[in-house]
């Protein structure tokens, strides 16, 4: 696809956004702007959870049993001795 200036990276986008039709995947500029707004939107959370050290999340099996911030668990404080 080179010939055509169509990268590898472009023909996964299109397999992970596109839409199917038969043995055609197409991204039109209405999915690449949806996508792209996908995006934007990913980016703005992950600076969020940047900004708070990074987020822990416990589960057990499929069930979300609690999550909080990275930063607000202190390994120093349960071992230290007193």
């Known amino acids: 696809m080179n010939q ?5 990276q472009m023909l996964e986008i299109v ?3 596109g839409v199917d039709d038969g043995d055609k995947t197409y991204l039109n500029k ?8 996908e995006m934007n939107n ?3 959370q992950m600076q969020k959870m940047r900004n708070r050290g990074g987020l822990v999340l416990v589960e057990s099996g499929d069930v979300e049993i609690t999550a909080y911030s990275l930063d607000s668990y ?9």
């Open 74 to 82: 202190d390994r120093k404080k349960t071992h230290s001795v007193h």
């Open 4 to 8: 055509r200036a169509i990268s590898q």
């Open 42 to 44: 990913l980016s703005k």
């Open 30 to 37: 209405k999915g690449i702007d949806a996508a792209l707004n």
């Open 15 to 17: 397999k992970m956004f």
